[in-house]
């Protein structure tokens, strides 16, 4: 019976997930031609016919992690700093799906680090990230929700505060259960939002 | 000529600097026998004396890492909230040999994630250097310099912004200069020192 377009598919389809699976469980450390047959219960040598080697699998194992974070579902923005606070819900790791998410976004920053091109790219990635939340924080200036201020020194300062809460989350996820990532989110957005007083000139 | 017990010494040390540097440049995932071997122009014979396999290698990575970290010099810690601005500065990638640490830390949290021991044994070095932190909040809020509050809770805040921090001044080092993450340091640090206003009741 001839194969149809259909078949190659839904045989598409299964391999991204049993790389995702291998990714969310392993990390890239764990990522391997073998990891993946045996998720896929396949052979390895199914796989060199999508990877031909460990690099192919690497940057399409990069390619889905994008779009899977493209293409996730998101809060609805609202107005001013409940814009702000939308965006950043969205990058915490409060289900399933967003930790699995979150965990090989972590794990992969090895990778990245280690190549300079992928450096660069990750840059530009967070660079566009807090572009979006810039434009945010100015909107929420904008309508008296946060004080006057560098938009863009903010946006990196919620950045980083985001950032390092999703480290946290992954390897304490006791300690920091969803509600509590969120109650430290609203704190630091309330410390955000109060007017600084005028510096002490002494 | 028999070799001698400094000899001896004297080849550890050159080991541990090269596994050191390899996982400065390559991180955890380029860190093998052969990427230390070629560090120290020797052969990778020679190194299976050392590291029989590729996991007393990482193992023996991981021992290094923490050791150097915490030995490393660190700023006297003054009183109040200059001690915790002290510990924060302190963990921040501000010269190339806190670079090399946090990059390497940040390298070693893909393999971390993927071994539950690791990962437990990373939350709980987090929490310990959490508690630090949270010590020196209570003994900033006794002086007057930081607002009630809880203190585990400003120090798991403080905690998650100097990580996030560290991790996007790694990926954009010219975005993120000393000089920039000393002042977003000093904005987190002023927003939290600001006493919050009574909840309003609507």
């Not at 790791?93 to 300079?116: F, G, Y």
Request: no cysteine.
């Amino acid at each position: 019976m001839a194969r149809t377009k259909g078949d190659h598919e839904a045989r598409r389809r299964d391999v991204s997930e049993a790389v995702w699976q291998v990714m969310a469980t392993r990390g890239f450390s764990g990522l391997t031609l073998r990891a993946v047959a045996d998720q896929l219960r396949a052979t390895t040598g199914l796989l060199t016919h999508y990877f031909p080697n460990k690099r192919a699998l690497v940057t399409y194992a990069l390619d889905l992690l994008e779009e899977r974070t493209a293409s996730r579902p998101r809060r609805p923005a609202g107005e001013g700093i409940e814009a702000l606070r939308a965006a950043l819900l969205d990058m915490l790791p409060l289900t399933e799906e967003t930790t699995s998410t979150n965990r090989i976004w972590v794990s992969s920053w090895d990778q990245a680090l280690s190549d300079p091109d992928l450096t660069d790219a990750y840059a530009r990635k967070y660079a566009q990230s807090r572009a979006t939340l810039r434009d945010r924080v100015a909107a929420a200036q904008e309508l008296g929700d946060l004080p006057p201020g560098d938009p863009e020194h903010i946006a990196a300062g919620v950045q980083s505060f985001v950032l390092g809460l999703v480290v946290q989350a992954l390897f304490a996820p006791s300690a920091f259960t969803p509600s509590r990532q969120i109650e430290l989110l609203e704190e630091h957005l309330a410390a955000i939002a109060v007017p600084r007083p005028l510096e002490d000139p002494h």
